[in-house]
């Protein structure tokens, strides 16, 4: 072949190709469909080779994230992905309204609201009652507000320790393991240890009382998870943690009966499953209250609840006399009268509070 293009021959026939060559672009370029044609033929093969490439670049993206050549992707973000704890946005810091209601805000007397309240229902208002704060009613607004997830804490998951009072004589023993208990009854000075911080000390108990002088502290820089599964009585003056923070402390209750908190003082947050709520007396409580069922009453005495998530999406909540309540509410209705007061403040969740992954 290389002698070939030597001989004279050879030569001539390469002029030929180029003259040849130099003849179809003239009339390639001179005819437009036929220029055209050529144009749509190139841009086919170069979107086949680009969409070529992507389909290949995709396939080695998906082949690393299934373990395949491709590591560039941590195991540990993919993990967090799948665990993403979905919380309400109504409840961030930045969220500036006193009172979220699905239905009707009614206030009488001297009640007031201080703070913004949003409302699909009406803000009715009579006597010198007030809101002051921005009023959003008949607003239309996407009222979605489900349950943060209520632990299943069994009692045979923990060694059974029968019965505990905590009474006069003999002086009570200090709780220094988790455990279950069918009953127990603090009408004294009753501590529980929660060992070390990062520690969680769990108590599962049948029924449990609070009452006479009986007072509970916490002893350690851990946190207390109290489950009741049946009844509970809190009466009489009593305190639970109050020298404590109430992020130490979590009541989670399971009866079916109104749980009634009268005439005490408690610094934790509190979960009802399946009940209403009542609060009556000089009751105070400094933490988050989540109201699975029935209803909610702040009534009568001097009730304080303070740094206080009231979150009862399904419940009617009563405010009466001269109770007052400090921080936000989510509630289905809002009722207040006497000389009651909701004041907005922002709150801050428990982090064992946690509504899993809804994807509203």
């Not at 908190?261 to 000089?282: D, E, L, M, R, W």
């Given at each position: 072949?290389?002698?070939?293009?030597?001989?004279?021959?050879?030569?001539?026939?390469?002029?030929?190709?180029?003259?040849?060559?130099?003849?179809?672009?003239?009339?390639?370029?001179?005819?437009?469909?036929?220029?055209?044609?050529?144009?749509?033929?190139?841009?086919?093969?170069?979107?086949?080779?680009?969409?070529?490439?992507?389909?290949?670049?995709?396939?080695?993206?998906?082949?690393?994230?299934?373990?395949?050549?491709?590591?560039?992707?941590?195991?540990?973000?993919?993990?967090?992905?799948?665990?993403?704890?979905?919380?309400?946005?109504?409840?961030?810091?930045?969220?500036?309204?006193?009172?979220?209601?699905?239905?009707?805000?009614?206030?009488?007397?001297?009640?007031?609201?201080?703070?913004?309240?949003?409302?699909?229902?009406?803000?009715?208002?009579?006597?010198?009652?007030?809101?002051?704060?921005?009023?959003?009613?008949?607003?239309?607004?996407?009222?979605?507000?489900?349950?943060?997830?209520?632990?299943?804490?069994?009692?045979?998951?923990?060694?059974?320790?029968?019965?505990?009072?905590?009474?006069?004589?003999?002086?009570?023993?200090?709780?220094?393991?988790?455990?279950?208990?069918?009953?127990?009854?603090?009408?004294?000075?009753?501590?529980?240890?929660?060992?070390?911080?990062?520690?969680?000390?769990?108590?599962?108990?049948?029924?449990?009382?609070?009452?006479?002088?009986?007072?509970?502290?916490?002893?350690?820089?851990?946190?207390?998870?109290?489950?009741?599964?049946?009844?509970?009585?809190?009466?009489?003056?009593?305190?639970?943690?109050?020298?404590?923070?109430?992020?130490?402390?979590?009541?989670?209750?399971?009866?079916?009966?109104?749980?009634?908190?009268?005439?005490?003082?408690?610094?934790?947050?509190?979960?009802?499953?399946?009940?209403?709520?009542?609060?009556t007396g000089s009751t105070?409580?400094?933490?988050?209250?989540?109201?699975?069922?029935?209803?909610?009453?702040?009534?009568?005495?001097?009730?304080?609840?303070?740094?206080?998530?009231?979150?009862?999406?399904?419940?009617?909540?009563?405010?009466?006399?001269?109770?007052?309540?400090?921080?936000?509410?989510?509630?289905?209705?809002?009722?207040?009268?006497?000389?009651?007061?909701?004041?907005?403040?922002?709150?801050?969740?428990d982090e064992v509070f946690?509504?899993?992954n809804p994807h509203p």
């Amino acid at each position: 072949m290389k002698k070939f293009l030597l001989w004279e021959q050879g030569q001539t026939l390469i002029d030929y190709a180029l003259v040849i060559s130099l003849l179809v672009i003239v009339i390639t370029m001179s005819l437009p469909t036929l220029r055209n044609a050529v144009k749509n033929v190139f841009d086919t093969v170069a979107n086949q080779l680009t969409n070529g490439i992507t389909v290949l670049d995709k396939e080695n993206n998906e082949e690393g994230e299934n373990g395949g050549a491709n590591n560039d992707v941590p195991e540990e973000e993919n993990e967090e992905e799948d665990n993403y704890l979905w919380v309400p946005l109504e409840l961030g810091e930045l969220d500036e309204n006193a009172i979220y209601s699905a239905h009707n805000i009614t206030l009488s007397g001297s009640s007031k609201i201080y703070g913004n309240v949003v409302t699909n229902g009406r803000v009715i208002t009579s006597g010198t009652s007030f809101v002051d704060g921005e009023t959003n009613e008949l607003a239309d607004y996407n009222f979605n507000f489900p349950l943060p997830v209520f632990p299943d804490i069994a009692g045979d998951s923990y060694q059974n320790k029968g019965s505990y009072v905590a009474g006069w004589w003999p002086p009570p023993i200090p709780i220094t393991e988790d455990g279950y208990y069918s009953s127990l009854k603090a009408y004294n000075n009753l501590v529980i240890n929660t060992g070390e911080e990062g520690n969680v000390r769990t108590i599962v108990v049948d029924d449990f009382e609070l009452s006479g002088a009986g007072n509970i502290s916490l002893q350690g820089n851990g946190k207390l998870v109290l489950v009741v599964k049946d009844q509970f009585k809190f009466a009489n003056n009593v305190t639970f943690n109050t020298n404590g923070l109430p992020e130490n402390v979590v009541v989670y209750y399971e009866g079916d009966d109104n749980l009634e908190f009268g005439q005490g003082h408690i610094a934790g947050s509190v979960y009802t499953k399946n009940s209403g709520i009542s609060f009556t007396g000089s009751t105070s409580i400094q933490g988050n209250i989540f109201v699975g069922g029935g209803n909610v009453s702040v009534a009568s005495g001097n009730v304080d609840l303070s740094d206080a998530l009231l979150y009862a999406p399904h419940s009617d909540l009563s405010v009466t006399g001269s109770s007052s309540i400090e921080g936000k509410i989510i509630a289905n209705t809002v009722t207040g009268s006497g000389n009651s007061a909701i004041t907005f403040k922002p709150v801050n969740l428990d982090e064992v509070f946690v509504w899993g992954n809804p994807h509203p």
